[in-house]
């Protein structure tokens, strides 16, 4: 069993919770004192869990706190600087530059010498604002464990973040606060007298902190600065319930994650497509409508339905990639609100048409057998100007026995579902490799 961490000298104890002025806002008063006090994250600091296994331990990692806004990145990182005993040294990636951060790998030396060798913790928020140049500073100190670094970011690491600095870290993924994690913190901040709202002495209907749940999608501090703007119009109002009509007074609309050129933006298209495949209407309006409610270009949108209508509807109805290209044109031209009908109209005809990746697979293995080296000449009957040419039309059936490739390939195997069951048949009449090995 590993030692607990030294206490710290007087003179370098660290203070990671310094009282909070009362006429902060609610999120900043109701940060937790302790990590069994965070709401959600249970498979990072539950029973077992990574984090909680290293501020235990006093072994933290060099690390990275990865998830959207509010779900407790800056929180989690105080509280293990303090469990563990090392003193946190904060900076924001917005405002840091290249001096600051020499700056700051100077006094982790300093500090980890005086504190009997235990690193200090430096808590980058936001890291992925920093460039190559300003990465590459705290490389060293990471390298050698002079400080443990701790990032955090709302974008995606893996594309965010300097490949050796990261190959030197831990990426630790948060998740979005569940209703039942954010009820919790609900009531907390509501009955606590000393740092929330309790001196109001609110009670509060469950549909109003249902609805507070709700609307802040997944986001702690989100729901938490909708409960205070809530409770305050509540008491001015002299009463003492806080109801669904007061949430709705002061919330408007729920609150989404999600940016053109982030994560989100491509789960969301993703569900979509998804839902599409899937044939189930329902759930590809819904994503449609969480793009159009979130400003995404109309565009964007109409040329991922014309892309899924030839790769995943395809042959089964030829007719879905006109329905494509005619609502992309019409959307275009009408722009919204009205595109928002257009579109709705492309995405339930593509869920509920018949589905055939036929043709994708048979231009990719065409492709693939190109790549490979299978580069036949074209036969000389086919060539301009060349006799020997048999023209289908001047044959009753407009079809007539001929080589289009010196040796016989087959890249294309219809489906069964749709009008191309009828190609397969009409196409059993013409060629023998099409009758056999289906």
């Not at 004192?33 to 994250?41: H, K, P, W």
């Not at 900076?91 to 020499?102: F, G, H, K, M, P």
């Not at 430096?122 to 705290?138: G, M, P, S, T």
């Not at 709700?214 to 119009?233: H, K, P, T, V």
């Amino acid at each position: 069993m590993k030692d607990a961490p030294l206490p710290l000298e007087d003179d370098s104890a660290p203070e990671h919770h310094p009282k909070t002025r009362m006429d902060a806002p609610l999120p900043e008063r109701m940060r937790p004192r302790c990590l069994e006090d965070v709401a959600g994250q249970r498979h990072l600091l539950g029973p077992g869990g990574p984090l909680a296994n290293a501020a235990a331990s006093g072994n933290v990692p060099s690390c990275i706190l990865y998830g959207p806004p509010g779900v407790g990145k800056t929180t989690i990182a105080r509280l293990i600087a303090g469990v563990t005993g090392r003193r946190l040294l904060e900076i924001n990636a917005v405002t840091a530059n290249v001096a600051s951060l020499r700056s700051l790998v100077e006094e982790a030396s300093n500090l980890g010498t005086r504190q009997n060798g235990r690193s200090p913790i430096a808590f980058v928020d936001e890291i992925y604002h920093f460039n190559r140049q300003q990465q590459n500073v705290l490389l060293p100190s990471v390298e050698s464990g002079e400080l443990l670094l701790m990032g955090s970011t709302t974008e995606n690491p893996y594309f965010e973040i300097n490949k050796t600095l990261l190959s030197r870290m831990i990426v630790f993924e948060l998740r979005p606060l569940s209703p039942d994690d954010m009820l919790t913190l609900l009531r907390r901040a509501l009955d606590d007298r000393e740092k929330g709202l309790g001196r109001l002495e609110l009670s509060a209907e469950d549909d109003a902190l249902d609805a507070i749940a709700a609307m802040s999608g997944g986001d702690a501090r989100q729901a938490l600065i909708r409960l205070e703007a809530s409770a305050s119009a509540a008491a001015v109002g002299g009463g003492s319930v806080l109801t669904a009509e007061h949430v709705r007074n002061v919330s408007h609309g729920a609150l989404q994650r999600y940016d053109r050129d982030s994560d989100e933006h491509y789960r969301v298209i993703s569900a979509l497509i998804k839902s599409m495949r899937g044939s189930d209407p329902d759930a590809a309006v819904y994503w449609l409508a969480r793009l159009v409610a979130a400003g995404e270009d109309i565009r964007f949108i109409a040329r991922r339905l014309v892309v899924f209508a030839a790769e995943d509807v395809g042959l089964a109805d030829p007719r879905a990639l006109s329905v494509a290209v005619s609502a992309a044109q019409g959307a275009d031209m009408t722009g919204l609100p009205e595109a928002r009908i257009i579109l709705s109209e492309a995405v339930i005809y593509l869920a509920a048409a018949p589905k055939s990746n036929s043709a994708y697979l048979a231009v990719d293995a065409a492709l693939s057998a190109i790549r490979k080296g299978d580069l036949q000449e074209v036969p000389t009957h086919l060539r301009p100007h060349e006799q020997g040419y048999l023209y289908p039309h001047s044959e009753p059936s407009h079809w007539v026995a001929q080589k289009y490739l010196n040796e016989p390939r087959r890249f294309y195997y219809p489906g069964i579902i749709g009008e191309e069951n009828n190609m397969a048949e009409r196409l059993k009449k013409f060629w023998r490799r099409f009758r056999n090995g289906q």
